[in-house]
């Protein structure tokens, strides 16, 4: 009988499948088109539930313009974008997704507790629950003593903080984070971190962008991301394993064909 290379692909393919069935995030050869510029270029990537999954790439390599995708506040110009199953934009599964965008979109002249109130308000909240809710995210997040006050008096780690509290208020089954922990010091970082883990753990996905390498290090998978092309998606490890390189940082530059130049030491 002739081989039938069909069949192998038929099996490829249905493996995928399974794989891709039960996934928070499916991407299918997605691009998003400005002008132009290819800022995200047929990428393809399959997110599981319950990861914390970083998307790494220096300023401008399109992270911003994936996570939007994600969330569904830009239409990939070409593939498919799949959110637990569903292609995006999708008004039920935005529902379900947490977003905190590089710039906080909060209201400065009113109070945490207001703000919280608001998004609440646009997230459905059930009021009976809303106030338990806010309570509980301020305590968790250390702004406890701070709900009355308006956020014009926030330092950048609180307005953070208070970013990622609306994020959470109707506890999404994704959240979406763009470089979160930029601008806060290591104490506040880890804190945030450890509250990430915790997420995940009880089965909420994580999509955080970052450019910080320690931060990468934390995540289960990693994507890079250049010139809106995702060079590798992995684990920490296996893209250290991969390129034969102890840092992740070095992995990256070999994935993206840069040279690695020793590091001065300082004077
Ligand atoms: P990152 O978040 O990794 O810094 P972005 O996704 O913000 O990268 O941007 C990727 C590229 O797309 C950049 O060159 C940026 O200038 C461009 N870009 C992003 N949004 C728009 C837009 N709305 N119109 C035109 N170009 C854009
Ligand atoms: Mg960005």
Not at 1 to 21: C, Y
Not at 82 to 100: E, N, Q, S, V
Not at 128 to 133: A, I
Not at 213 to 234: H, K, T
Request: proline share 7%; aromatic share 6%; hydrophobic share 45%.
């Amino acid at each position: 009988m002739p081989a039938r290379p069909e069949g192998q692909a038929t099996m490829v393919s249905l493996a995928l499948l399974t794989e891709a069935s039960d996934a928070a995030i499916v991407a299918e050869g997605v691009s998003r088109i400005f002008g132009p510029l290819r800022a995200i270029d047929r990428l393809s990537v399959v997110i599981p539930r319950g990861v914390i999954y970083g998307l790494l790439g220096p300023s401008g390599s399109g992270k911003t313009t994936f996570l939007r995708m994600v969330v569904g506040a830009l239409r990939p110009s070409e593939g498919r974008l799949l959110i637990f199953g569903t292609p995006m934009p999708d008004r039920k599964i935005a529902a379900r997704i947490g977003y905190m965008p590089q710039s906080p979109a909060l209201y400065p002249d009113l109070t945490l507790r207001e703000n919280l109130a608001f998004f609440g308000a646009v997230y459905r909240v059930p009021r009976q629950q809303l106030e338990h809710r806010i309570d509980e995210l301020a305590t968790d997040l250390d702004l406890l003593a701070w709900l009355d006050h308006p956020l014009y008096r926030f330092s950048t780690g609180m307005l953070q903080r208070a970013s990622l509290a609306i994020a959470l208020l109707h506890e999404p089954d994704l959240l979406v984070l763009d470089e979160p922990t930029i601008g806060l010091d290591p104490l506040l970082r880890r804190v945030l971190w450890q509250r990430f883990r915790t997420l995940a753990s009880a089965g909420t996905t994580l999509l955080i962008s970052t450019h910080s390498m320690d931060e990468a290090e934390r995540c289960d998978l990693l994507g890079f991301l250049r010139n809106g092309r995702l060079l590798a998606s992995d684990t920490p490890a296996a893209l250290r394993a991969a390129t034969g390189q102890e840092s992740l940082e070095d992995a990256f530059l070999v994935l993206a064909g840069q040279p690695i130049l020793p590091v001065e030491p300082a004077r």
